[in-house]
């Protein structure tokens, strides 16, 4: 079954405790992304990445970073979490332009 | 400031009745997308509509991009509870790569 994974599904921690959320697509897509998601304010790419070894800064990055090693998973780290990175997190995958981009169950994370 | 403006972002009706959700905005796209979310769930594509003043129906739901596409509508006729959700409609800027998306509309049918 194609799908895009993400764990943990649910994640409360501290303030400044190193985190990272796994994503993995079994799809073989070139392309994939990290969203945000708060009231209001829709979906805001985070970071993206076109291949393997490139990523890039999409609309709200600041306190993220990513990683793309492989093809298949796009990890999202928040280094030192504060309470304003408390949201629902979707990562997502799509093949070309016009493809069908897929998304993840989302995590919802808290920073207390 | 959004670059894409969906309206209206609650919209709550009975069963039965017809709606229409709006995306808007003063960029032009070289496609536009809706996604429906549902609770704890990733959206998931309804539709993509390329062409400006393309018409795609989807069962109850017809898409309209608009003809300097930059605009696109959902229609849904005789709206069922099973409709309820989250719409987000997306846009590819031309000549960029990323997806930009509205802020949503939650819907909700009541029986």
């Known amino acids: 079954e194609a799908q895009v994974t993400q764990n943990p599904r649910y994640l409360i921690t501290v303030t400044g405790k190193k985190l990272t959320v796994t994503c993995s697509q079994n799809m073989n897509h070139e392309y994939m992304s990290w969203y945000r998601q708060d009231p209001g304010l829709g979906l805001r790419q985070i970071y993206y990445s076109m291949n393997v070894e490139v990523t890039d800064k999409g609309d709200v990055p600041e306190g993220y970073k990513v990683s793309r090693k492989e093809k298949r998973n796009f990890p999202l780290i928040l280094e030192s979490p504060s309470p304003n990175q408390t949201s629902l997190y979707f990562c997502?995958?799509?093949?070309?332009?016009?493809?069908?981009?897929?998304f993840g169950p989302g995590t919802r994370l808290t920073v207390l | 400031t959004q670059l894409l403006e969906q309206s209206p972002q609650f919209l709550s009706i009975q069963e039965g009745e017809n709606l229409t959700v709006y995306c808007n905005s003063s960029s032009v796209f070289s496609s536009l997308q809706w996604y429906r979310q549902e609770p704890g769930e990733g959206p998931v594509l309804l539709v993509t509509v390329v062409t400006g003043g393309e018409v795609k129906k989807l069962k109850r739901l017809t898409f309209q991009f608009g003809d300097a596409r930059k605009d696109s509508s959902l229609h849904i006729t005789a709206a069922q509870p099973g409709d309820t959700g989250l719409y987000l409609c997306?846009?590819?800027?031309?000549?960029?790569?990323?997806?930009?998306f509205g802020q949503g509309t939650r819907l909700t049918i009541n029986p």
């Open positions: 997502a995958s799509r093949g070309t332009a016009y493809n069908e981009q897929f």
């Open positions: 997306a846009g590819r800027i031309q000549g960029a790569q990323k997806l930009v």
